[in-house]
């Protein structure tokens, strides 16, 4: 098992334009989340999933979309980048709700110019 | 805002001591988790203590939760040079759970060999 994929690992925009990052993982698990961490911070969640066609708003949503049409899948979608996105973003899945771990993937390096 | 608090942020120790690192939190929680980050990559989880237990031990881990005092404290025996990480807890709140995970900053650990 490949567990949790994250593409692009590093990526630059310019402010204002859009991109996708994507996360998917190959383990059935029902429960995503996409994390945005920043120094200092911890990890902070945009918005997570509890099952394919079910999103959700987490704390910080603002600027960012998500849509999850197969339990394989769950990506992030910056609308219009802007400088204060600039972030580490992490993808996680988990099997269950409250008996064990949150898998993560390796993170995408953002930098918004 | 932070569900929960890690302390101290930093701690350098010399390699074969103790470590222990502690996180409060604000809310009644389900489970309280650990997890591991080594510099420029995803966390890592290292165990899981549900709201009904005390004391969970794993390996050189051990995991105290107090539910009363909203706290938990995690000890890593005999530190090893490949112990050098931040390390975060992360609370699953009464009606979510690993969707929904609630970080606090972290406590950088530094072993010095």
């Known amino acids: 098992n490949a567990g949790v994929t994250q593409t692009p690992k590093f990526q630059v925009l310019k402010t204002g334009q859009s991109m996708t990052l994507q996360c998917a993982q190959d383990?059935?698990?029902?429960?995503m989340s996409w994390y945005r961490q920043d120094p200092g911070m911890g990890l902070r969640l945009i918005h997570y999933s509890v099952g394919a066609g079910i999103t959700d708003q987490g704390e910080v949503p603002n600027g960012y979309n998500v849509s999850r049409s197969t339990t394989e899948d769950f990506p992030l979608r910056l609308l219009s980048a802007a400088p204060s996105q600039t972030s580490v973003y992490f993808c996680a899945s988990s099997l269950d709700r409250q008996n064990t771990e949150a898998f993560f993937g390796q993170g995408t390096r953002l930098t918004v110019v | 805002s932070q569900q929960g608090e890690e302390d101290p942020q930093a701690l350098s120790i010399q390699e074969g001591e103790n470590a222990t690192m502690n996180c409060s939190y604000k809310t009644s929680i389900n489970n309280l988790q650990w997890y591991r980050q080594n510099s420029g990559r995803g966390l890592v989880h290292l165990i899981l203590i549900r709201s009904n237990e005390r004391e969970k031990h794993s390996g050189r881990l051990r995991v105290t939760l107090d539910t009363s005092k909203k706290s938990s404290s995690l000890l890593i025996t005999a530190s090893r040079a490949a112990d050098t990480a931040s390390y975060f807890c992360?609370?699953?709140?009464?009606?979510?759970?690993?969707?929904?995970?609630?970080f606090g900053t972290g406590t950088r650990l530094t072993i010095i060999p």
């Open positions: 992360a609370t699953g709140q009464s009606n979510f759970g690993n969707e929904k995970l609630t």
């Open positions: 383990m059935n698990h029902e429960y």
